[in-house]
């Protein structure tokens, strides 16, 4: 079981990985566009008309929710990690595995409804208002795409901290909250 766990962790890291970079794509694209929009305008009084709805709509979202998973796996959310460090190592392991497992169902119901809903608008042929009209199931997609790695991600971090609290074995626990650093003493 261990053995598949740790070998499903670099699959996952690659697409996490991916995700991570078409994020970063995602960012640089919307500070040039921007960018160019500011320039258009005040320079020379043409904006790009699609900026605002393909930054608000499209980019923006799917760049914050791609890193989602990779945030997690690095430590890298959020968190308030007092009680945590003070716990044994079993015990760590174990309540970071069983609150991950217990939340995994919420966020597979928010990448199935995101897929219904992504779906349904396909199907609708459904559009944006606007100047342009773009797709909205375009948009709606990056959801369950998100999410469903996401939930992968959970369950994944959750089993592998579960069999590392009642296997005793430290070393395939993946810690969420990164390691507490004691300040560097000064010496005289």
């Known amino acids: 079981m261990t053995r ?3 070998s499903f962790d670099r699959l996952l890291c690659r697409v996490e990985v991916l995700m991570m970079i078409l994020a970063g794509i995602l960012i640089i694209a919307i500070m040039l566009l921007v960018a160019s929009d500011a320039l258009g305008r005040y320079l020379f009084r043409t904006p790009i008309a699609a900026t605002y709805d393909l930054v608000t709509g499209y980019m923006l979202p799917s ?3 791609l890193a989602l998973s990779f945030t997690l796996r690095q430590g890298g959310h959020v968190n308030l990690d007092f009680f945590i460090h003070l716990m ?3 015990r760590r392991n174990f309540v970071v595995g069983a609150l991950l497992l217990a939340s995994t169902p919420i966020v597979v ?3 199935t409804g995101g897929a219904m809903k992504a779906w349904h ?4 042929a459904e559009v944006t208002i606007g100047v342009y009209s ?3 199931w375009l948009r709606e997609a990056i959801v369950p795409v998100s999410m469903g790695v996401l939930a992968l991600r959970m369950a994944h971090v959750a089993l592998l901290n579960l069999l590392a609290a009642f296997g005793d074995d430290d070393a395939i626990a993946i ?3 990164p390691e507490r650093i004691e300040p560097a003493k000064e010496t005289a």
């Open 109 to 111: 119901v928010m990448a």
């Open 63 to 65: 760049a914050l929710l």
């Open 88 to 90: 044994p190592s079993r």
């Open 175 to 177: 810690p969420i909250s």
């Open 121 to 124: 608008s396909w199907q609708a």
């Open 134 to 136: 773009w797709p909205v």
């Open 4 to 6: 598949l766990l740790l």
